[in-house]
């Protein structure tokens, strides 16, 4: 049986970034009025995710998505074209009008993940990146209309890939969220 199909940057293989990413570009689809952003610095948190709302490439289950410092990135050409996909959402995702990829997503409520803004390193022209590390929502992809008969097989795939599966974020980042919230609340202890 051929092995399920989960992102075409990691089905065959989960590349290992370079270790001295110092940055690049990311660009959109389009062939003309192509936006371009500069992306100072290498990519942190980078895993696969399967909810609804990243964008993901023509035909993909899930989405392959990073984190950068929102100061570190630049829009440096066709900004114009990019609109935010859902203003309620906590990810200001910036989308191409013409083709649909997004660019950037700055977090700026107040929030653990303040500061950041999630982009998708297969948009690079340049390789070496840090690789995705673990899959987080993979439940979700059922919002998407994956059979939930299909969840085993693509979990047992993740972890073929040596990507750990979580049905939220992995435990660095949900220890980064509860410890947000145990500071707000009062009840954080060193
Ligand atoms: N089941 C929902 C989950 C959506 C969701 O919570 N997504 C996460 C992960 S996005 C990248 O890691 C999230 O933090 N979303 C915040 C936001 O989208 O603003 C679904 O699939 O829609
Ligand atoms: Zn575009
Ligand atoms: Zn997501």
Same mark, same amino acid.
């Given at each position: 049986m051929a092995s399920v199909s989960l992102h075409p940057s990691i089905d065959s293989g989960v590349k290992p970034g370079s270790g001295s990413f110092t940055g690049g570009t990311l660009s959109c689809l389009? #062939? #003309? /009025?192509t936006v371009r952003l500069k992306i100072k610095g290498d990519v942190a948190h980078n895993h696969a995710c399967g909810c609804t709302k990243c964008w993901k490439p023509a035909g993909a289950m899930f989405s392959v998505v990073a984190v950068v410092p929102s100061d570190n990135v630049e829009i440096v050409e066709n900004g114009d074209k990019l609109a935010v996909v859902d203003s309620s959402a906590l990810i200001q995702r910036h989308a191409c009008k013409e083709c649909g990829v997004h660019m950037h997503g700055p977090v =700026? $409520?107040?929030? !653990? @993940?303040?500061g950041l803004s999630f982009i998708h390193p =297969? $948009? @690079? !022209? =340049?390789? /070496?990146s840090a690789a995705p590390g673990f899959a987080a929502f993979v439940s979700s992809v059922i919002e998407s209309?994956? +059979?939930? +008969?299909k969840m085993d097989s693509i979990r047992a795939r993740f972890k073929e890939l040596g990507l750990e599966p979580y049905d939220c974020l992995n435990p660095t980042l949900m220890d980064v969220l509860a410890t947000f919230a145990a500071k707000k609340a009062g009840t954080y202890r060193e």
């Open positions: 389009c #062939t #003309t /009025g =700026e $409520r107040d929030h !653990a @993940f303040k =297969e $948009r @690079f !022209a =340049e390789s /070496g209309g994956v +059979s939930p +008969s």
